[in-house]
């Protein structure tokens, strides 16, 4: 049974840094590309960063710069550390395997305020 469990969320001030943390079990974490996803009510759910499994990174344009992914395959955790925080990225923040599998977690809700 896949189990994906996010932690780290909060409210921040503009400017601000979190770190989000995601332990995945049920799943063979090390072979398996990782992607932090966000939602907002009424949009769909998007993909912000991802890592393979030999550490390759991808970030959409809208958090270059600013948030870094990485694994620790030992811990069969992914991270997201987020900086420089905009209220625009206020969003419920989901861990999955890339491409994303048909379980979700309950996800952690980042606010950012102005």
């Known amino acids: 049974q896949v189990q994906l469990v996010e932690s780290g969320g909060g409210l921040v001030q503009a400017g601000g840094s979190l770190r989000l943390s995601c332990a995945a079990s049920g799943i063979i974490f090390s072979i398996n590309a990782m992607g932090w996803y966000r939602q907002v009510p009424g949009k769909q759910r998007e993909l912000v960063a991802g890592i393979t499994r030999r550490g390759n990174t991808y970030y959409a344009d809208s958090v270059k710069g600013r948030f870094t992914i990485s694994r620790d395959n030992a811990k069969n955790t992914v991270y997201l550390q987020m900086n420089s925080l905009k209220p625009e990225d206020t969003a419920v923040y989901y861990c999955?395997?890339?491409?994303?599998?048909?379980?979700w977690g309950q996800g952690t809700q980042v606010t950012v305020s102005s």
């Open positions: 999955n395997t890339q491409p994303a599998g048909s379980y």
